[in-house]
Nanobody, 127 residues
Framework: QVQLVESGGGLVQPGGSLRLTCATSGRTFSSYAMGWFRQAPGKEREFVAAISWTGRSTYGKDSVRGRFTVSRDNAKNTVYLQLNSLKPEDTAVYYC????????????????????WGQGTQVTVSS
C-alpha cells in the first residue's frame, strides 16, 4: 500500500527555518511529480510548491517563492520542503501529495491532480 509520511514540522519563531520531509513507499516514486500543500485554521487547503518527476523543474506559490524550496531525492524516495524566513502567516498543516499523472512535465498543478496524500505535519510560526 502506498504511503506518504511527512515529518519535520514544529514551533519556530518568525524568521526561523524548518525542513519538512515526505517519505514515500509502495510506488514508483521517481515517475511522479510531488507537491506540497498547506491548510491554515479556518481556510481552504492551498498549493505551496511542486517538483517535477525529474526534479529539474520546481514551482511555487508567489508568497513563498524565494523563501521555500522544494527538492527530491529519488534514490531515497523522499521529497523535501525547506522553509526559510518563516512568517506567522505560514502557520498551517503542511501536506505532501503525489501527482496522479505519470511522467508529467508541465507547470500546471492543482489539488485534483494529486491522488495520494500524507497525514500532514503542523508548522507553527510564533514568538
Amino acid at each position: 500500500q502506498v504511503q506518504l509520511v511527512e515529518s519535520g514540522g514544529g514551533l519556530v519563531q518568525p524568521g526561523g527555518s524548518l525542513r519538512l520531509t515526505c517519505a514515500t513507499s509502495g510506488r514508483t516514486f521517481s515517475s511522479y511529480a510531488m507537491g506540497w500543500f498547506r491548510q491554515a485554521p479556518g481556510k481552504e487547503r492551498e498549493f505551496v510548491a511542486a517538483i517535477s518527476w525529474t526534479g529539474r523543474s520546481t514551482y511555487g506559490k508567489d508568497s513563498v517563492r524565494g523563501r521555500f524550496t522544494v527538492s527530491r531525492d529519488n534514490a531515497k524516495n523522499t521529497v523535501y520542503l525547506q522553509l526559510n524566513s518563516l512568517k506567522p502567516e505560514d502557520t498551517a498543516v503542511y501536506y505532501c501529495a503525489a501527482d496522479s499523472r505519470r511522467f508529467y512535465s508541465g507547470s500546471a498543478y492543482a489539488e485534483p491532480d494529486f491522488a495520494l496524500w500524507g497525514q500532514g505535519t503542523q508548522v507553527t510560526v510564533s514568538s
